[in-house]
C-alpha cells in the first residue's frame, strides 16, 4: 500500500514540475495547485482514503487520483480548459486519462462548472475502456448542484453512479455541506440518507 502512494505523489510531483516548467515558458500562465483528502466510511465495507491532486492553469488542466476508479487503482489525467461567458460563467475541461491498478485502461472524461451568482453546477464524467475486455467498461458520473449563502460556506445536493463499492442502486444521491476558510475547506457528503445503505464521505482540501 505504501509503494502505491508512493508511486502516486512521484507522478503528482512530475505533474506538479511540468506545469512549472511550462509556466516558466509563458509569462501569461499562472499555475494553481491543490490536493485533495476524501474519506470513504461505508457500513458493512472496508473504509477507504482517495487523495486527489491538480495542476491547473488557464489553459491546461492535470490531474493525478486514486481509489478514484476502483480500489487500489491510480490515474493520471491530462486535458485543455475552456472558459466563457459574463452573468452565466462556464468552465468546461475535456481531458483523457490512463488508469492502472486493480483495473487498467484508458478513459476519455469531462469536468463542467457553470456559476450564476450564489447558485454552481458542478460535473465530472468519464468512460473507462478496460484492457482486461468491453465486459468491464463502464460509465461513472458525479454531480453537485449548490448554493453559497455565503462565501464561507457551500451547501447543496449531490449524485453520483459509481464502481468503487457494491451497491443495489444505479444511482446514487445525497446532500453535501463545505466550509471555506483561507486555503482550506472542509466538508462532508451524505449519501442515500434514511436509506439501509448510506454511507458518508469526509473531505478536506488545501489550495497551494
Keep these: 500500500m505504501c509503494k502505491k502512494y508512493?508511486?502516486?505523489?512521484?507522478?503528482?510531483?512530475?505533474i506538479k514540475l511540468f506545469a512549472q516548467e511550462t509556466a516558466a515558458d509563458s509569462t501569461n500562465s499562472k499555475w494553481n495547485f491543490s490536493a485533495w483528502a476524501e474519506y470513504f466510511i461505508i457500513p458493512g465495507e472496508?473504509?477507504?482514503?482517495?487523495p486527489t491532486f491538480y495542476a491547473r492553469s488557464d489553459k491546461l488542466h492535470f490531474e493525478g487520483r486514486y481509489n478514484y476508479e476502483d480500489r487500489n487503482t491510480a490515474s493520471f489525467w491530462g486535458g485543455w480548459r475552456f472558459k466563457f461567458g459574463k452573468g452565466i460563467k462556464f468552465v468546461v475541461v475535456p481531458m483523457a486519462g490512463i488508469i492502472f491498478g486493480n483495473t487498467d485502461g484508458?478513459?476519455?472524461?469531462?469536468?463542467?462548472?457553470?456559476?450564476y451568482k450564489k447558485f454552481d453546477l458542478y460535473s465530472e464524467s468519464e468512460?473507462?475502456?478496460d484492457f482486461s475486455g468491453k465486459k468491464n467498461n463502464f460509465f461513472y458520473m458525479y454531480s453537485e448542484l449548490a448554493f453559497r449563502p455565503i462565501k464561507a460556506i457551500r451547501t447543496g445536493l449531490i449524485a453520483q453512479r459509481t464502481k468503487l463499492?457494491?451497491?443495489?442502486?444505479?444511482?446514487q444521491r445525497g446532500i453535501f455541506g463545505e466550509y471555506y476558510f483561507g486555503r482550506f475547506r472542509v466538508g462532508a457528503f451524505y449519501f442515500n440518507p434514511f436509506a439501509d445503505d448510506n454511507f458518508l464521505?469526509?473531505?478536506?482540501?488545501?489550495?497551494?
Excluded at 201 to 208: G, K, R, T
Design 201 to 208: 464521505i469526509a473531505s478536506f482540501s488545501v489550495d497551494f
Design 127 to 129: 468512460h473507462v475502456f
Design 165 to 171: 463499492f457494491e451497491s443495489d442502486r444505479e444511482l
Design 106 to 115: 484508458i478513459a476519455p472524461g469531462l469536468e463542467l462548472e457553470i456559476t
Design 46 to 50: 472496508e473504509d477507504f482514503f482517495n
Design 6 to 14: 508512493l508511486l502516486l505523489l512521484v507522478g503528482f510531483i512530475s
